[in-house]
């Protein structure tokens, strides 16, 4: 039973309202960026949420002064939306998402987020949600990214864990987004990477495996809830940044659709997009090869982040994204960085480098040491724990501390 269906069910209510609104840890920076997104390329004054759940998108739009109709299965779900509304005027049916029951050309824009499963026809939903749309309007859509596991997982398992079905949301690639804009006359007008490197609940595939520690930054992780400092820097890293790259960095993905037949635009979209892979696959990547997809954001990084790195938190939660690009040396930050930050973050890469040298030397010094002591040689990797062993074994005849 998807969350859609278990929502549907009155007695489940509960447990999806107290998950939309769980803002511990990186829910904060995931719901806030959210809100970000639909905001900045919402169009219009009528906005039409298809799946509006407790209001997380749809209020927000509506203190902008939009006129907000929310669709859901749930009647309880809407009432916890209407509490939510706390008197504002909101329109809320209960209804199905993919028989919206209002007249077609009616709004301005259409939300579908965190709403399509794997398994939908979801170029029938898009269709359906699109005819709500009058000309020139916008459909904001999310789904998961297949152009990220392809470039993080083998040959082939990418798409078996996508039949498998081995994660409920919708798994899309560009190239079947933009052919499907072609056909139901749409226009590719952004695809924004969304739920980055930052979300924990969303795991980068890319970055997660060479993360220092994964349970080191899941604890890093948590502080976003509560450390409003951390959370700025994590908001300014997902916005000039991470949203700027392409499908192919991040495991989510916002799709921004116009009701306006345009294939060469759609074209061009695409090769830009491609363009941008290529540029970040190569062997030598720098801010300046980035500024003409990263705009106004390349020229004032360096400056907007040095005061969001005053805290030491804040410093070793960059270090823990910036280690791998400074250990592989194919990204130049000079010009992400400022100068003090980026020789701070080498040093301490290098410091790293060197304990994990020393741990694997370590772990394997005790091959020639007497059978009756190899069981203490895991210990020996702590300072305090082998001066403490040495000082016993001086008593010891014919041992060598």
Same mark, same amino acid.
């Given at each position: ?10 007695? @489940? ?22 809100? =970000?997104?639909?905001? @900045? ?105 297949? #152009? ?6 083998? %040959? ?5 864990? $996508?039949?498998?079905? #081995? ?7 560009? #190239? #079947? ?8 006359? $749409? ?5 924004? %990477? ?36 951390? $959370? ?30 345009? %294939? ?41 982040? /040095? ?9 070793? $939660? ?25 020789? =701070? ?10 304990? =994990? ?5 370590? /772990? ?12 203490? @040689? ?24």
């Amino acid at each position: 039973m998807t969350q859609i269906e278990n929502k549907a069910q009155g007695g @489940a209510a509960l447990p999806y309202v107290r998950s939309s609104e769980d803002n511990a840890g990186a829910h904060r920076l995931a719901h806030a960026m959210d809100v =970000e997104h639909i905001s @900045a390329f919402a169009t219009g004054e009528r906005v039409l949420d298809v799946n509006v759940g407790v209001g997380r998108l749809a209020l927000p739009l509506l203190r902008q002064g939009k006129q907000v109709t929310g669709i859901d299965a749930s009647s309880a779900v809407l009432e916890e939306c209407r509490r939510n509304a706390a008197g504002a005027p909101i329109t809320l049916l209960v209804g199905d998402m993919h028989r919206v029951p209002l007249p077609d050309s009616s709004f301005d824009t259409v939300i579908a987020h965190r709403t399509l499963v794997a398994g939908t026809d979801w170029q029938a939903a898009l269709a359906h949600w699109g005819q709500k749309l009058v000309d020139g309007g916008r459909l904001l859509v999310d789904v998961d990214s297949l #152009d990220h596991r392809h470039a993080a997982l083998a %040959p082939g398992l990418a798409d078996k864990a $996508f039949a498998d079905g #081995d994660e409920a949301r919708l798994c899309l690639a560009v #190239d #079947d987004i933009v052919a499907f804009a072609d056909r139901a006359g $749409f226009t590719v007008r952004a695809v924004v %990477p969304t739920r980055s490197f930052l979300c924990g609940d969303n795991l980068n595939l890319l970055l997660a495996p060479r993360l220092d520690g994964i349970k080191r930054w899941q604890r890093l992780l948590s502080w976003l809830a509560v450390d409003d400092s951390l $959370f700025e820097l994590a908001c300014h890293l997902e916005r000039s940044l991470f949203a700027k790259l392409t499908s192919r960095l991040s495991r989510s993905m916002l799709l921004v659709l116009e009701k306006a037949s345009n %294939p060469a635009a759609n074209r061009e979209w695409l090769a830009r997009n491609a363009a941008l892979n290529r540029l970040l696959a190569e062997q030598s990547v720098s801010i300046a090869s980035l500024a003409p997809f990263l705009g106004d954001a390349a020229a004032t990084f360096p400056a907007r982040i /040095e005061p969001l790195l005053v805290s030491l938190r804040n410093r070793a $939660f960059l270090y823990r994204l910036v280690q791998p690009l400074i250990l592989h040396e194919r990204f130049d930050l000079a010009g992400l960085l400022p100068p003090a930050v980026l020789a =701070e973050m080498r040093d301490w890469a290098e410091r790293d480098a060197m304990d =994990e040298r020393v741990n694997r030397l370590s /772990e394997t010094w005790a091959n020639g040491v007497d059978a009756n002591l190899r069981d203490l @040689a895991p210990a020996l990797n702590y300072p305090l724990v082998r001066a403490l062993i040495a000082d016993q074994l001086k008593s010891k005849p014919g041992v060598k501390a």
